[in-house]
């Protein structure tokens, strides 16, 4: 029987809430699974420690290393990444990194068949970058090219011989030299996207976006997960729901905002989650096993792609998400099985 493991930092699989999800589904799909720990790694005798669940309870067990590992999280220590780059070479892995906004970017861009959808993007070197930025679009926006759940955006519009800046649900009015020391003080924190603003507003004037979250299957296909808005709860310009925003259903949605429309956006939404996943996974050495994919809606009813996450939250939708993940890390093992 093939056994699908579970890596995480984690001593115990109480302590994360897909464990049991994946555990039960793994029972239903007829593979064996394992939860192990870092710490649970023998290199010497080629086994892990961990956890199986059985009749109601999670048990202790030692396993010959697993045929394919899910790899839920980063490694938290140097002796973490050092275990998780020897196990790469015994098991197949679930996940890869898509990489930062700009590496996204430009591969999205060399490839061409899906640069239309892209925002254009550069990297922010200095106040003197916004501003010229400034004079060929209205408002911008920057952002840090490593993903940070929607904070640490700021955006920035000219108003007469003035600089309205908006952080969070704060508002700032700087003049230039005021700016311009704004932006020394953040760019020298970490770097930052510069991008023109792409109004994505409901009728009543909330910010949102699309969440397009998709995974593979049995069959290794690509299938739609769930999609939903995320809508702004406040006067905030970001729709994160870590950041303060909430989550919607999307028919109702689609219904109030595009009114008979509303079939029409549900199947452009649809189609541009499946072909861009399967356009994305041609871009990289290694196959992607779920992503989440972020769009925004002008007001002429263009997609536009606002960011691409390979570890999209799932809470609440564990079960959801272990349906279509176990069976592919079986579809793994077979692939596995079939190389000479």
């Given amino acids: 029987m093939v056994l699908i493991g579970m890596l995480h930092h984690r001593k115990h699989p109480d302590m994360v809430k897909k464990a049991y999800p994946f555990a039960a589904v793994a029972k239903m799909e007829g593979i064996d699974f394992i939860y192990f720990p870092f710490d649970g790694v023998d290199f010497e005798q080629n086994v892990v420690s961990g956890w199986v669940y059985e009749k109601g309870g999670w048990i202790r067990e030692q396993r010959e290393f697993p045929t394919v590992i899910i790899n839920s999280c980063n490694p938290k220590t140097t002796e973490h990444s050092l275990i998780l780059q020897r196990l790469k070479s015994v098991a197949v892995f679930t996940s890869f990194p898509v990489g930062s906004k700009l590496k996204v970017y430009k591969k999205v861009m060399k490839a061409k068949a899906f640069a239309s959808y892209l925002i254009p993007s550069a990297l922010l070197n200095g106040s003197s970058d916004l501003l010229t930025f400034l004079e060929s679009y209205p408002a911008a926006v920057i952002k840090p090219v490593s993903g940070n759940r929607g904070r640490r955006i700021f955006f920035i519009q000219k108003t007469d011989e003035t600089y309205q800046l908006k952080d969070g649900s704060r508002t700032h009015v700087y003049n230039k030299e005021q700016l311009e020391v704004f932006i020394s003080n953040v760019t020298e924190e970490q770097k930052y996207l510069l991008q023109p603003f792409i109004e994505c507003k409901t009728k009543n004037g909330l910010i949102y976006d699309f969440r397009l979250h998709v995974q593979k299957n049995g069959s290794g296909q690509w299938e739609i997960t769930l999609i939903y808005p995320r809508i702004s709860g406040n006067t905030k310009m970001v729709s994160n729901i870590s950041s303060g925003g909430y989550r919607g259903e ?77 069976p592919y890390c079986g579809f793994l093992a077979k692939q596995k099985g079939n190389k000479p």
């Fill in 250 to 326: 999307l028919i109702p949605f689609l219904k109030d905002e595009f009114k008979h429309d509303y079939p029409k956006m549900k199947r452009k939404l649809e189609e541009f989650a499946l072909s861009f996943a399967a356009h994305l996974d041609t871009l990289y050495e290694n196959p992607f096993d779920e992503l989440g994919i972020d769009v925004g809606v002008d007001q002429e009813q263009k997609l536009w792609l606002f960011e691409v996450n390979w570890r999209p939250g799932a809470k609440n939708r564990e079960f959801q998400v272990a349906m279509l993940l176990i």
